[in-house]
């Protein structure tokens, strides 16, 4: 079973999602440039909502490089172990499990993405395993000092990026420790959102979500705030500001769309049937509610979607962002986009047949032009409860 989301969103001035030079993100579609908001921005801002619908937290993950400092504090601060030596342990622990950690900033080669009880787990292996792990992090240290001698004498033939290159594969046994470690079968936004790990797919999660990047209905173009700012305490002869600058933003209205994969979402939950509908509901409704927090104190975009369509089947997905392909224009954005989006999804079912398909629609001001009375919901719990309902079925 598939659920569909569909959401047209207007936001006022915003730069929700920057770039690298600071200005709200655009992607060029249908020949002309429109405002974006990429999945990823929008996977973290329903994220951070999870756990206000239904998931608690130990149901949900952490994305982080800070293993290594999370778990040493917890060696000391629980089983009385010495600071200095407990980060000089658990980054040699983390190695043995066959990730790498910048001698610099203790933090991991990548940002991992685990379950709550990761740092309490790598700290009970550390300590459990505390004689070798000590071992083999003075013997890397008396490597790595002879290594440094022999550069320093000229007589080292081995490249200087070597000795950072070399991993530690790990045997049968502590492979077993690190995906106790990284276990995930109980994560809900893991089991959504999946896990890559480059260097060792055993630990790898399929995603069960797939999250589009939001686009704009219409055409955009780019505009920035010039800004002025004066001290409070400068004395009263004096003018002229002290802090000039400018802030990029757009205005646009967004399609959002979103797709989530019941089966695969229940096979990464160790078919957890109950923990799999919580997380459907918590998933749906934290998309709808999700916005980015980008410049938000500063512009205060803070909408909800007006138009909601989700869409639930035995198979396929379809985004209906080729509605919008050619550009809406007109003074009554939303209400146009309604409209296109309604009229893409009634030529996509005639054309390709749509009988397996459930739809439940939703608008704030009940426009809902082509959609029947029967696929129709009156407020935003009725929408949620038909959705689920025809999954839960």
């Not at 999370?70 to 407990?86: F, Y």
């Not at 500063?298 to 396929?316: K, Y």
Request: with cysteine; aromatic share 6%.
């Amino acid at each position: 079973m598939i659920i569909e989301l569909h959401l047209l969103q207007s936001f006022p001035v915003s730069n929700l999602n920057r770039d690298d030079i600071g200005q709200p993100k655009t992607a060029t579609f249908g020949g002309v440039t429109r405002g974006r908001i990429s999945s990823q921005s929008l996977k973290r801002a329903a994220r951070q909502l999870f756990n206000q619908y239904g998931l608690s937290t130990d149901e949900t993950g952490v994305r982080t490089k800070r293993l290594l400092d999370n778990a040493a504090r917890l060696l000391v601060d629980q089983r009385g172990r010495d600071a200095e030596h407990s980060q000089v342990v658990v980054g040699a622990g983390l190695e043995a499990l066959g990730f790498g950690v910048d001698a610099g900033t203790r933090l991991t080669q990548y940002l991992l993405f685990v379950g709550p009880k990761a740092s309490e787990l790598l700290a009970d292996f550390c300590d459990r395993q505390w004689d070798r792990l000590e071992k083999a992090a003075a013997a890397k240290a008396a490597e790595a000092k002879k290594a440094a001698a022999k550069k320093k004498t000229g007589d080292s033939d081995e490249p200087e990026s070597a000795a950072k290159s070399k991993k530690i594969k790990p045997d049968k046994e502590t492979l077993a420790e690190a995906q106790r470690i990284l276990d995930a079968q109980k994560v809900a936004d893991i089991a959504l959102f999946g896990r890559m790990i480059a260097d060792n797919k055993d630990f790898n999660v399929e995603a069960a979500s797939q999250v589009a990047h939001a686009l704009s209905t219409h055409a955009v173009v780019n505009e920035f705030d010039y800004y002025t700012a004066v001290d409070d305490l400068k004395p009263q002869d004096e003018s002229g500001a002290d802090m000039i600058g400018t802030v990029d933003f757009n205005s646009a209205c967004y399609y959002r769309y979103a797709n989530l994969d019941l089966h695969q979402l229940t096979k990464n939950l160790d078919r957890d049937v109950d923990l799999t509908m919580r997380t459907a509901r918590a998933w749906l409704y934290a998309l709808i509610h999700a916005v980015p927090t980008g410049k938000q104190n500063s512009m205060a975009a803070r909408t909800m979607p007006d138009t909601l369509i989700g869409v639930s089947r035995e198979t396929g997905a379809w985004n209906l962002a080729n509605a919008f392909l050619r550009p809406v224009t007109g003074s009554d954005l939303m209400d146009l986009s309604t409209q296109r989006l309604i009229e893409h999804l009634g030529q996509l079912r005639s054309f390709y047949g749509g009988k397996d398909m459930s739809v439940t629609a939703a608008s704030v001001t009940g426009t809902l032009p082509g959609i029947d009375e029967a696929e129709r919901a009156a407020t935003l719990e009725e929408f949620g409860s038909r959705v689920l309902a025809s999954i839960e079925a």
